[in-house]
T-cell receptor, first 115, second 107 residues
Framework: DTAVSQTPKYLVTQMGNDKSIKCEQNLGHDTMYWYKQDSKKFLKIMFS???????INETVPNRFSPKSPDKAHLNLHINSLELGDSAVYFCASSQGGLAVQETQYFGPGTRLLVL | KNEVEQSPQNLTAQEGEFITINCSYSVGISALHWLQQHPGGGIVSLFM???GKKKHGRLIATINIQEKHSSLHITASHPRDSAVYICAAEYGNKLVFGAGTILRVKS
């Protein structure tokens, strides 16, 4: 069974479009995250949610809106896609809430290419 | 500013060699994570440590709190160890990542 799954794996779209990436974890974890990995392979946190509540919101354009319908799901919606949004987006989860020192489990990544 | 520095950026080794990857960070971390990103892109958590040393198979991670430094060691390296190794410092409730070390082990 896949612990953290993301769909789609690949997403190619035109500038200006709106797209969503879905993430689900079946680990019973309380906290979920979205990370962006740029073309230089540098990872950076975008958002984290704990039990459906937003905990971390880094300096991310308003075009990015996370939605957590329940604690097993954290979706990422992106409006008006721009060329610079092309990246790999990773979802992750960890057991704890605001507790620190938790191992994070990563999804396989969604490769987004904006043309 | 919370920063994480990794070295080296690139590392090529012969099969069987002992490998060390270094990570330094600024004050105030609650834990230090080592991650492995496979050539296919998947990311796996290798270690999380806040003090001392942890070992898993041929991998060893150490951390020196006073020197704000952590190392990841691979003993008897093998071509299947080829991957990107990323350290990440946990500040509060978020991870700040290093730029990664690209390791290639040749047979």
């Amino acid at each position: 069974d896949t612990a953290v799954s993301q769909t789609p794996k690949y997403l190619v779209t035109q500038m200006g479009n709106d797209k969503s990436i879905k993430c689900e974890q079946n680990l019973g974890h309380d906290t979920m995250y979205w990370y962006k990995q740029d073309s230089k392979k540098f990872l950076k946190i975008m958002f984290s949610y704990n039990n459906k509540e937003l905990i971390i919101n880094e300096t991310v354009p308003n075009r990015f809106s996370p939605k957590s319908p329940d604690k097993a799901h954290l979706n990422l919606h992106i409006n008006s896609l721009e060329l610079g949004d092309s990246a790999v987006y990773f979802c992750a989860s960890s057991q704890g809430g605001l507790a620190v020192q938790e191992t994070q489990y990563f999804g396989p990544g969604t490769r987004l290419l904006v043309l | 500013k919370n920063e994480v520095e990794q070295s080296p950026q690139n590392l090529t080794a012969q099969e069987g060699e002992f490998i060390t990857i270094n990570c330094s960070y600024s004050v105030g971390i609650s834990a230090l994570h080592w991650l492995q990103q496979h050539p296919g892109g998947g990311i796996v958590s290798l270690f999380m440590l806040s003090s001392g040393k942890k070992k898993h198979g041929r991998l060893i991670a150490t951390i020196n709190i006073q020197e704000k430094h952590s190392s990841l060691h691979i003993t008897a390296s093998h071509p299947r160890d080829s991957a990107v190794y990323i350290c990440a410092a946990e500040y509060g409730n978020k991870l700040v990542f290093g730029a990664g070390t690209i390791l290639r082990v040749k047979s």
